[in-house]
């Protein structure tokens, strides 16, 4: 049987949730938790490397204005590295400019979400880079 997030005895995907912003980093992982996923946080860019080396996350949300070392250049740090590089991450930010968006591609994202965003898109959004369906097999 294949080891797939459907698969009740394959571990649920992690989620590595780096935002600086308390409320909305335990919103998100409140929201995903309850819908199944496995969820470690960081508050900044240096944790969310020492996070992203240690558990090696599934995917991660990275919001890219961040105190100590800002999200873009923890992406690219990540993209560097042989462990991490294969991690999706998905940029998570407030603005909504072009150029913001291009930059966070540039860096190594693989996609970006603008904030504020509905649970539901976010998880769409996990699924759609994870190719995966919903963890608990709904689709829902």
């Given at each position: 049987?294949?080891?797939?997030?459907?698969?009740?005895t394959?571990?649920?995907?992690?989620?590595?949730?780096?935002?600086?912003?308390?409320?909305?980093?335990?919103?998100?992982a409140?929201?995903?938790?309850?819908?199944?996923?496995?969820?470690?946080?960081a508050?900044?860019?240096?944790?969310?490397?020492?996070?992203?080396?240690?558990?090696?996350?599934?995917?991660?949300?990275?919001?890219?204005?961040?105190?100590?070392?800002?999200?873009?250049?923890a992406?690219?740090?990540?993209?560097?590295?042989?462990?991490?590089?294969?991690?999706?991450?998905?940029?998570?930010?407030?603005?909504?400019?072009?150029?913001?968006?291009?930059?966070?591609?540039?860096?190594?994202?693989?996609?970006?979400?603008?904030?504020?965003?509905?649970?539901?898109?976010?998880?769409?959004?996990?699924?759609?880079?994870?190719?995966?369906?919903?963890?608990?097999?709904?689709?829902?």
């Open positions: 049987m294949a080891d797939t997030p459907q698969d009740k394959a571990p649920t995907p992690m989620v590595l949730i780096v935002d600086d912003a308390r409320d909305g980093r335990e919103s998100c409140d929201y995903l938790s309850f819908r199944g996923y496995r969820v470690a946080t508050e900044d860019g240096e944790e969310a490397l020492d996070r992203a080396f240690e558990l090696r996350p599934d995917i991660i949300l990275m919001d890219l204005r961040l105190p100590k070392m800002d999200g873009l250049e992406t690219e740090i990540l993209k560097k590295d042989e462990r991490t590089r294969a991690i999706p991450i998905i940029a998570v930010t407030a603005h909504a400019l072009p150029t913001t968006h291009e930059d966070a591609i540039a860096a190594g994202c693989n996609s970006v979400i603008t904030k504020p965003c509905a649970p539901r898109e976010l998880e769409a959004a996990i699924r759609d880079e994870l190719g995966t369906g919903s963890v608990d097999g709904n689709g829902a």
